[in-house]
């Protein structure tokens, strides 16, 4: 997906930012929550787990992991009748947000997403001077911000603006200002960033990277609303 920015979409010598974020769906993390689901006895995912291109995680990747691993699908819930009302028996399979390492999963498991995206440019801004629409945001004192793609039409909905953080070369910076539709603005202050460096927007809580369980607190979504439409719209890799 391209970005509506003007200019952007041309390439600049030495620099080859990507126009769009990226999903990658690491098949090492979806391969050790399986076996630690199998080496606790459970031997079936709940088919759930396949709904929305398995919560934007590839609905083919999954299925192969599940299948190499011995993992099949469980029987669709039976419903028993009491007093005259249906009531669905729970499903003891393995749930997507194990298979996937989501928040609140028990047990832990291995986050399976990492979503970055790429800086676009960076521009100096003065105390006072405002950023996005509306100028949301205004600098407090002199700093300097980076232009960064990924927006709501990729999965950054717009409740994370000046509510989280991103990370580039392992630091922390957050975003500012209102999340566009393909873009977002972060303050770095005096770090070294440049054009084309990774930003990565979901990583593994376990590393203190950014985390989908901040993406939650910031906005009062669910997790897997917040992960499958990032894995949908952002661009998806497999890695390993």
Excluded at 153 to 175: F, K, S, T, Y
Aim: net charge negative.
């Amino acid at each position: 997906m391209s970005s509506s920015i003007p200019g952007h979409d041309v390439p600049v010598p030495g620099s080859e930012p990507r126009s769009s974020p990226v999903a990658r769906i690491s098949r090492g993390a979806l391969t050790a929550n399986a076996r630690a689901a199998w080496g606790r006895g459970i031997r079936s995912f709940d088919p759930s787990v396949l709904e929305a291109d398995a919560w934007g995680h590839g609905s083919g990747l999954v299925r192969e992991v599940l299948e190499a691993q011995g993992i099949v699908a469980a029987e669709a819930p039976v419903a028993r009748v009491e007093a005259g009302t249906a009531i669905a028996r729970p499903s003891t399979g393995l749930s997507a947000s194990t298979l996937f390492g989501l928040p609140g999963a028990e047990p832990p498991a291995r986050t399976a997403l990492r979503l970055s995206g790429t800086v676009l440019s960076v521009k100096d801004l003065r105390a006072g001077e405002g950023v996005s629409y509306g100028y949301a945001y205004r600098a407090d004192a002199d700093t300097r911000v980076a232009l960064v793609t990924g927006g709501y039409a990729q999965g950054i909905v717009r409740g994370l603006g000046g509510a989280v953080d991103v990370a580039i070369a392992g630091e922390r910076h957050p975003i500012v200002g209102r999340v566009a539709m393909d873009v977002c603005v972060v303050d770095i202050r005096d770090a070294a960033v440049r054009r084309g460096d990774e930003v990565l927007f979901l990583g593994d809580p376990a590393h203190g990277e950014p985390s989908l369980a901040e993406w939650v607190r910031a906005t009062g979504l669910f997790a897997p609303e917040l992960i499958t439409a990032v894995g949908l719209r952002a661009i998806r890799e497999e890695a390993p």
